[in-house]
C-alpha cells in the first residue's frame, strides 16, 4: 500500500514561532488532506489539496503531486495550536491512509 | 460539511464483551467509512461501509472481530466483539462529501 511519511515527529515552538510540516507519500494520489486533532482527540478538517496552495488565516498549505509531497505551515503559532497533524492521502476511492503524524507544542 | 454523531463517546468495557457504536449522518452520503486509532498512534482504517452489501475490510481486519452494518445512507454500526485490552482504541467513523473526507467525534474505548 502507499507509504505516508510525515516529519519532524515531533516539533516545540515558542508562540509566535512559524514553522513547516512535511508529508511525503510513495505514489499518485488523487486526494490529500491535512487535519489537525486536538488534545481532546477531535480532528479537525484543515486543508482539501491534492495539488496546488491554499490559504486559511495563519495557515497554508502546498501539494506538489509531481514530486509527491504537501507542506502545511503555520504562522505565529499559538498555544491553541497544540495538537497533532495529520496528512492523509487517498489513491482512488475516498478512503484515506493516514500519515504518522506530526506533534506540535506551541509554549506561551 | 455533514454533521456526523456517534455514540457512545467513551464506554470503558469489560474483557470478553461487545460492543456496539453507532453512527448517525445527518445528510445521505455515498461513502462512510470505520477507522481506529490505538493510543499514540495514527489512523488505520478498518473497513468501508457499503449500503445494502457487506463491508470491504482492511487487511488485518476481519468480520467476525468488527461487524458493519449500513442499513441507509445516513446510519451505520460498527460492533467491537469480544473485546480485549488491545482494543482500546478511538473508534472514528467518516463520510466523504465531494471527495473530501470529515470525521465524527470519535468513540473512545477503555478495556479493562
Known amino acids: 500500500g502507499i507509504q505516508v511519511e510525515q516529519s519532524p515527529p515531533d516539533l516545540i515552538l515558542q508562540e509566535g514561532a512559524n514553522s513547516t510540516l512535511r508529508c511525503n507519500f510513495s505514489?499518485?494520489?488523487?486526494?490529500l488532506q491535512w487535519f489537525h486533532q486536538n488534545p481532546w482527540g477531535q480532528l479537525i478538517n484543515l486543508f482539501y489539496i491534492p495539488s496546488g496552495t491554499k490559504q486559511n488565516g495563519r495557515l497554508s498549505a502546498t501539494t506538489v503531486a509531481t514530486e509527491r509531497y504537501s507542506l502545511l505551515y503555520i504562522s505565529s503559532s499559538q498555544t491553541t495550536d497544540s495538537g497533532v497533524y495529520f496528512c492523509?492521502?487517498?489513491?482512488?476511492?475516498?478512503?484515506?491512509?493516514f500519515g504518522t503524524g506530526t506533534r506540535l507544542t506551541v509554549i506561551p | 460539511s455533514a454533521v456526523i454523531s456517534q455514540k457512545p463517546s467513551r464506554d470503558i468495557c469489560q474483557r470478553g464483551t461487545s460492543l456496539t457504536i453507532q453512527c448517525q449522518v445527518d445528510s445521505q452520503v455515498t461513502m462512510m467509512f470505520w477507522y481506529r486509532q490505538q493510543p499514540g498512534q495514527s489512523l488505520t482504517l478498518i473497513a468501508t461501509?457499503?449500503?445494502?452489501?457487506?463491508?470491504?475490510?482492511e487487511s488485518g481486519f476481519v468480520i467476525d472481530k468488527f461487524p458493519i452494518s449500513r442499513p441507509n445512507l445516513t446510519f451505520s454500526t460498527l460492533t467491537v466483539s469480544n473485546m480485549s485490552p488491545e482494543d482500546s482504541s478511538i473508534y472514528l467513523c467518516?463520510?466523504?462529501?465531494?471527495?473530501?473526507?470529515?470525521f465524527g467525534e470519535g468513540s473512545r474505548l477503555t478495556v479493562l
Open positions: 492523509a492521502v487517498a489513491t482512488g476511492a475516498n478512503n484515506l491512509f
Open positions: 467518516s463520510v466523504g462529501n465531494a471527495g473530501e473526507l470529515f
Open positions: 461501509a457499503n449500503q445494502g452489501s457487506e463491508a470491504t475490510y
Open positions: 505514489d499518485s494520489v488523487n486526494n
